[in-house]
């Protein structure tokens, strides 16, 4: 399951939020995101109670779970950014931040979390690694919204893996740390928290769905999988988001981000390969 939950929030990240977002440009990149926050919460909120049964709640408390705090201010940053990203037509550039990410991932898989990885997996990294790289120089200066983008949810993953709480529940306390920082700025902010036009307003509101499920998707597969595992699966978000702006929206994609785009899904193929074979029971073994 932990596969399927991550590919239904990295195929979300890729396609559904970037167009959702796309389709709120009247209002502005901070104004959006204390609304998603509002909204993400509420939602959140229902679900809990309408999912009480199923939850699995931390008990007793530890100083690990106040690390949720620290996950929360990572992923406003990160949403934050992207939201600026996507609002300045800079799609590529938020695609590039998390083609870099699984790379920040599988360095924090191997320092903090001591993961391991065979031979062939370094090979695939590697490889990843490469085209990154190329994207990187080709651009001539350092990206550092891409970088921002990348290294701050990459920090989330390691937290929310650590933590390692119940998906929903840590998405439910992550929106409660950002809801009184939500409140206040749409107290001041001129654009309205209801405004006027039922699309806008329907639009807003579901901030909070496209918001939540991805989450609490991830949340669910960073329990079940390794790091590694995870980082090299995300590449599939930014694809889409890179596909969907040279196909729907009309950004450029240049030579090396092709070379990228190709070095990139070849280590990722060589990774996916070595992972299956390696489940594969040997020769003469009997499985149950």
């Known amino acids: ?16 939020v970037p167009v959702h977002f796309r389709l709120l440009g009247g209002f502005s990149p901070s104004h959006i995101l204390a609304e998603r926050i509002v909204w993400s919460a509420l939602f959140a909120g229902l679900l809990a109670l309408a999912w009480h049964k199923r939850l699995r709640l931390p008990h007793p408390l530890t100083k690990r779970h106040a690390l949720l705090a620290v ?3 990572l992923i406003g940053l990160n949403w934050l950014l992207y939201l600026v ?14 083609y870099i990410n699984p790379l920040v991932n599988v360095g924090l898989g191997r320092l903090v979390l001591g993961e391991r990885l065979r031979p062939v997996q370094g090979v695939a990294i590697a490889i990843a690694a490469v085209g990154v790289g190329i994207a990187v120089i080709w651009a001539g200066d350092l990206p550092l919204v891409s970088l921002a983008l990348a290294v701050s949810f990459a920090l989330y993953s390691l937290i929310r893996k650590v933590v ?20 206040g700025w749409l ?16 639009l807003l509101m ?8 991805p989450l609490i998707w991830f949340a669910a597969a960073a329990a079940r999988l390794r790091l590694t595992t995870l980082g090299l699966l995300q590449y599939v978000a930014p694809t889409g988001l890179l596909l969907l ?20 899904w070849a280590g990722l193929a060589l ?18």
């Open 1 to 16: 399951m932990g596969l399927v939950y991550a590919l239904a929030a990295y195929l979300s990240w890729g396609l559904v």
């Open 71 to 73: 996950s929360a201010a």
């Open 85 to 98: 990203s996507i609002d300045r037509g800079h799609m590529l550039d938020a695609s590039l931040g998390y």
């Open 164 to 183: 390692a709480v119940d998906s929903l529940v840590g998405f439910l306390a992550e929106t409660l740390v950002l809801l009184p920082l939500a409140v």
């Open 187 to 202: 107290v001041v902010s001129p654009q309205p928290f209801l405004p006027a036009a039922p699309r806008d307003l329907l």
């Open 206 to 213: 579901l901030t909070g769905v496209t918001t939540a499920f």
């Open 245 to 264: 702006s040279v196909l729907a929206y009309g950004e450029q994609l240049e030579p090396h981000r092709v070379a990228m785009f190709v070095l990139i």
């Open 271 to 288: 990774y996916t390969i070595d992972a299956l074979r390696s489940r594969r029971p040997a020769p003469g073994v009997r499985t149950a």
